[in-house]
């Protein structure tokens, strides 16, 4: 059983920066593919970016690319989101997950409980 702590959420004005981490136990990431994806209020949970077990390749949605970056730190068991000129439009819960295969939705995986961003106009 893999459990997932997702933290470094909070308060931002339009421009700024967060950097989320998730923290992961019972497992290691070499193990599983991670990610993060968002459900704001209202709508549908989105996919927001993945990393293979090596980290050697990574996966964003469009609305991300060039302002995320994910990344892992195995000897850490840590992966982050590095996020960049945020817009209100980001603003959400973000859950990080990790999955046994290749994945943009996780739904056979294991979840953190999420942690809320948001970001002001």
């Known amino acids: 059983q893999v459990e997932l702590v997702e933290s470094g959420g909070g308060f931002v004005q339009t421009g700024g920066s967060l950097r989320l981490s998730c923290a992961a136990s019972?497992?290691?990431?070499?193990?599983?593919?991670m990610g993060w994806l968002r459900q704001a209020p209202g709508k549908e949970r989105e996919f927001v970016a993945a990393?293979?077990?090596?980290?050697?390749?990574?996966y964003y949605a469009d609305s991300v690319k060039g302002r995320f970056t994910i990344s892992t730190d195995s000897p850490k068991n840590t992966m982050y989101l590095q996020m960049n000129s945020l817009k209100p439009d980001d603003t959400a819960v973000y859950y990080c997950?990790?999955?046994?295969?290749?994945?943009?939705?996780?739904?056979?995986?294991?979840w953190g409980q999420g942690t809320q961003v948001t970001v002001s106009s």
């Open positions: 997950a990790a999955d046994s295969q290749l994945t943009t939705t996780f739904t056979t995986g294991y």
């Open positions: 019972g497992g290691t990431f070499r193990s599983y593919v």
């Open positions: 990393v293979t077990r090596s980290g050697r390749s990574t």
